[in-house]
């Protein structure tokens, strides 16, 4: 994203939310790398859930993880 990211209203939103919310996290470091979540299944399930951030501060909804999470099966090998 680079510094167009900066200029993206949901990046301020999502600025703001964290402010308020009291976020103090370690702000070192590159600084331009999008993050994401990823549950990965036992054996051949493969992917059971993608979010890559589109914009910095995007949130995975937790409800999503949590199911995606609840269908991992054990690997029976």
């Known amino acids: 994203m680079m510094l167009s990211g900066f ?3 949901g990046v301020w939103q999502n ?3 964290a ?5 103090s996290g370690n702000l070192e470091g590159e600084g331009f790398t999008l ?9 051949r399930q493969g992917v ?4 890559r ?8 909804s937790l409800p999503a993880v949590l199911e995606a999470a ?7 090998s």
Do not use: M, T
């Open 7 to 9: 200029f993206r209203i």
């Open 15 to 17: 600025f703001v939310r």
């Open 19 to 23: 402010w308020k919310s009291g976020y």
């Open 35 to 43: 993050g994401g979540v990823y549950v990965i299944g036992a054996g």
């Open 48 to 51: 059971l859930l993608e979010h």
């Open 53 to 60: 951030e589109k914009e910095f501060g995007d949130k995975v």
């Open 70 to 76: 609840e269908k991992i099966k054990p690997d029976a």
